[in-house]
């Protein structure tokens, strides 16, 4: 029945992504994938705050399963990030291509490391 925990999760995180893609890309006039780095990094604070919760014995394994698994799961999409930044490299984007790449990846890390130092504060 685990699988339906997360099949739930992920009806939820993959329309959520792909709405929140064309939101935040809508208000902005650039090549850089502004939609796809908020996903990401929501994603990423999301889990961060999960795993600290999960970790502390505030969060079941269901809800890891349901939220992390599967809504976060489907909310992330490192897969887009990948192909987003070789297009911007392939199209001349470089200091596009570049800044997505650290900018994604160093985002991504903060957030998960401050949503476990929220989880720490709040049940630690």
């Known amino acids: 029945m685990n699988w339906l925990i997360v099949v739930a999760g992920g009806m939820i995180g993959a329309p959520l992504r792909y709405l929140t893609d064309r939101a935040v890309q809508a208000r902005h006039d650039t090549d850089f994938p502004w939609g796809t ?7 990423s604070l999301v889990l961060g705050v999960l795993t600290g919760a999960v970790t502390a014995g505030a969060a079941s394994s269901q809800a890891q399963l349901f939220l992390g698994t599967g809504l976060c799961g489907a909310l992330t999409t490192y897969s887009t990030f ?24 160093l985002a991504g890390l903060g957030a998960a490391f401050a949503g476990m130092t929220v989880a720490e504060a709040l049940w630690l």
């Open 37 to 43: 780095f908020t996903v990401n990094v929501v994603g």
């Open 82 to 105: 990948s192909y987003e930044t070789l297009r911007l490299a392939e199209e001349g984007a470089r200091f596009y291509a570049v800044a997505n790449a650290l900018g994604s990846v």
